[in-house]
Nanobody, 123 residues
Framework: QVLLVESGGGLVQAGASLRLSCAAS????????MAWFRQAPGKEREFVAV????????LYSDSVKGRFTMTRDVAKNTVSLQMNSLKPEDTAVYYC????????????????WGQGTQVTVSS
């Protein structure tokens, strides 16, 4: 059983920053890739970032590259998403996800999901 709990969402103005966290517990190996996705109302869930610990690589979608940074706290078994220069189009529910192995950036490639945290960016 794997449990992922996101936190840190909120309402901010355009240009502000937020830091999301995802606490992982349960039968999860430290090498499992962990990712962030987001879903805006009426839209499909989309890839934001993934950290592939086994090869030391972090990938970002073009829409957030240069503004968002994903990091890991091994001691606390958490991952964070630092979001800077937020835009209204970043408004969405943000989800943390884990895969037993990296199989790409499609939501279907991930095995476990958190409940999501709302991020709202006003203009």
């Amino acid at each position: 059983q794997v449990l992922l709990v996101e936190s840190g969402g909120g309402l901010v103005q355009a240009g502000a920053s937020l830091r999301l966290s995802c606490a992982a517990s349960g039968r999860i190996a430290g090498s499992y890739p962990m990712a962030w996705f987001r879903q805006a109302p009426g839209k499909e869930r989309e890839f934001v970032a993934v950290a592939i610990w086994s090869v030391g690589s972090t990938l970002y979608s073009d829409s957030v590259k240069g503004r968002f940074t994903m990091t890991r706290d091994v001691a606390k078994n958490t991952v964070s998403l630092q979001m800077n220069s937020l835009k209204p189009e970043d408004t969405a529910v943000y989800y943390c996800a884990v895969a037993a192995a990296y199989r790409g950036n499609h939501p279907n490639s991930y095995d476990y999901w958190g409940q999501g945290t709302q991020v709202t960016v006003s203009s």
